[in-house]
Every structure is written in C-alpha cells, then in structure tokens.
C-alpha cells in the first residue's frame, strides 16, 4: 500500500473514536446520547436540507465538509459542554492542539485543507461557517426540544444562557433564527428552561 492511501486510511481509522465520544444531547427514540459522528452526519444532511434558508449565498458541499469536520478534534480534546464556562476557559488550546495532531495524520495537501476546513468553522467569519454555525445549534436544540428539555434540565439551563449561545448566529437565517427563537420562548413557558 503506498504512503498516501495509508495515511489517509489511518485517519478514518482515528475518527471511528467519534462513535464513543459522548454529547449531552439525547437521540429522539432512545433512552441515550448522541455520538460525535451521529451529530456531524445528522448536521451535514441539515447543510443541504436547509440551505434554502440561509440569508447571505452559501457552497452547500464546503458548509458539509465543514459539519463534518468540526467535532473532530474531540477525539482528543473531548467535548466541551456549550454552558461549561471552567471547561470553555482552555477549550481552544485543548481543540487547537488536538487538531494539529489528528489532521497530521493525513497526506499534507488533505491535512491543510481539513485543518482551514476547521479553523474556519471555529472563526465563523464567512457565510459559509456562520451557516454551519446556525445548523450545529438547531440541531441539539431541536433534539432537545422535542424530548421535553431533558438536557437543559439536568443542567439547570437558564433562558438567557440558551439566547446567549445562539443569538450570535441569527443573521445567518432569518427563518432558523425564528424557529429558534420560538423553541426557547416554548421551552421556558413550559419551565423546561429557568
């Protein structure tokens, strides 16, 4: 086997980890949580399925590479709750460093671009991460929602903690930005959020 082709099969190899790296967000139809890989597949379908909304132009095809790409670096440095304020506090030197190493694995053409592919997501400076931004918040929002706020109440969540982490991203749809926007406002009238 040539070095390329094995480099490249190292790397699938390393993301089967993203099978047993656990979110806080609950699957619908069982008493579980999501995976790393059920997340960024579920996210990527989002990409297509919902691109009609974005408000600024957007490459459906880079906002799924992106998707698929951006809990990678969660093989190492483990996934970050979004309300942990003491985990946030060295999450970037954590998934930064994570990175260097899981994207070294590849070929140094494929390495670069799915390195940039994350480093952009993470900036959310283009259209096109801010959009990806907007799919990886609806999705456990939207999980979470229609299994009664289960998370946000184990957590003790508030309202304001939960606009807080999306509002960032409400120029990114207007259309997401309402269904959001209602999620919440529901979910606190029915005490799932304080």
């Known amino acids: 086997m040539d070095e390329r082709l094995k480099k490249q099969l190292d790397f699938m190899l390393e993301l089967d980890k993203m099978k047993n790296l656990?979110?806080?967000?609950?699957?619908?139809h069982e008493d579980r949580k999501e995976n790393?890989?059920?997340?960024?597949?579920?996210?990527?379908?989002?990409?297509?399925?919902?691109?009609e909304y974005a408000n600024?132009?957007?490459?459906?095809?880079?906002?799924m590479k992106m998707v698929l790409l951006h809990d990678v670096i969660e093989i190492d440095a483990g996934d970050t709750y979004c309300y942990d304020t003491e985990g946030y506090k060295s999450k970037a030197e954590r998934e930064e460093k994570a990175a260097r190493r899981i994207f070294e694995l590849l070929p140094d053409d494929q390495r670069?671009?799915?390195y940039a592919l994350w480093r952009e997501f993470e900036d959310s400076e283009t259209a096109d991460a801010r959009f990806a931004a907007v799919l990886d918040r609806i999705q456990p929002l939207m999980l979470n929602y229609t299994k009664g706020g289960i998370s946000w109440q184990e957590h003790g969540i508030a309202m304001e903690q939960v606009l807080?982490?999306?509002?960032?991203?409400f120029?990114?749809?207007?259309?997401?930005?309402d269904v959001i926007k209602s999620v919440i406002n529901d979910a606190h009238e029915k005490g799932w959020l304080k």
């Open 36 to 51: 790393d890989a059920e997340h960024s597949w579920h996210i990527a379908i989002l990409a297509f399925l919902l691109a």
């Open 56 to 63: 600024e132009p957007i490459d459906v095809t880079h906002v």
């Open 22 to 28: 656990y979110r806080q967000t609950y699957v619908l």
């Open 164 to 169: 807080n982490r999306n509002k960032e991203y």
């Open 171 to 177: 120029s990114s749809s207007d259309k997401l930005a």
């Open 112 to 114: 670069d671009e799915f």
